[in-house]
Structure formats: structure tokens, C-alpha cells
């Protein structure tokens, strides 16, 4: 995706999106989510809590999990389902203290993620309000 000046952005933000019915196809499919992916968890090396929570030395793995499960969530290949079977999120995530700390270290990681892919307004305020409750919900220790 290619990166916008700031008056192209602007611009932009008044376009009419080409009209889809499928979200994953809507903000660029793989490659979008790719982006995403890989600058959330450049955030996730380098956060001293956060890093704890993922057992293996390489984030790949992780990464790829997590690239799966949001392509099937917003429309895309099913293969994190084929792969991995129902996301469970809550349950996978149980074994790690996720206190309201991690959940703000957690949503800044994010939040630059989304920023990175510079979508247009309604399409970035769709995908930040999912992450928003998915951390809230992830919550697990006080």
C-alpha cells in the first residue's frame, strides 16, 4: 500500500470508498493485513511486558496466527479455522496475567499498527473499535 503525503491523505478522506461487501477486500486483503500484522509486533519485541506473554524465541509464529485469524475474521481465507479450529480467544489467552496494563501496552502496539496502513476514515475507525473490544475483553487480571 502506498503511503499518502499528508495533503493526498487529506483529500481522500472525502472520497467515496469503492463500494464491496466484503471488508477484507474493502482495505487491501493480504498484503493490508500483512502491514498490520508485522509493525504491531515489531512494537510487541520491543515491549518489555508484553514480550513475556509469547514463549517462543522467533514472533513469527505468532505473527502468522494472528495475520490468519484477522483475514477470516474481516472476510478473507479460512485458513486459521482450518489450521487451528473455533479462535477461542478468551481461552487461548487465559494462561497470561492480562492486566489493564497490558491491555494499554497492547492497544498503543496496535493503534500505531492501524495507523501505519493509513485506510480511509471509516474503515480505520471499523477496524479500531474491533481492537478496542477484543483488548477490553481480553482483560483477565485486575
Known amino acids: 500500500m502506498a503511503t499518502l503525503q499528508p495533503a493526498a491523505r487529506a483529500a481522500n478522506a472525502f472520497q467515496q470508498p469503492q463500494y464491496t461487501d466484503n471488508f477484507y477486500d474493502a482495505v487491501g486483503g493480504h498484503e493490508t493485513f500483512v502491514k498490520l500484522v508485522d509493525v504491531f509486533y515489531e512494537g510487541i519485541a520491543e515491549d518489555e511486558v508484553l514480550r513475556k506473554m509469547y514463549p517462543e524465541e522467533d514472533l513469527g509464529p505468532a505473527t502468522e496466527r494472528m495475520r490468519m485469524f484477522l483475514e477470516q ?5 479460512g485458513t486459521y479455522s482450518e489450521q487451528r479450529g473455533h479462535p477461542r480467544l478468551r481461552m487461548r489467552h487465559q494462561p497470561f496475567k492480562v492486566d489493564f496494563d497490558a491491555r494499554d501496552r497492547w492497544l498503543t502496539h496496535m ?5 501505519s496502513l493509513e485506510l480511509p476514515p471509516l474503515y480505520e475507525q471499523t477496524l479500531w473499535d474491533y481492537f478496542e473490544r477484543a483488548a477490553h475483553s481480553m482483560v483477565n487480571s485486575a
Do not use: H, I, S
Request: net charge positive; charged share 30%.
Open 73 to 77: 475474521y474481516w472476510g478473507g481465507p
Open 111 to 115: 493503534r500505531k499498527a492501524v495507523d
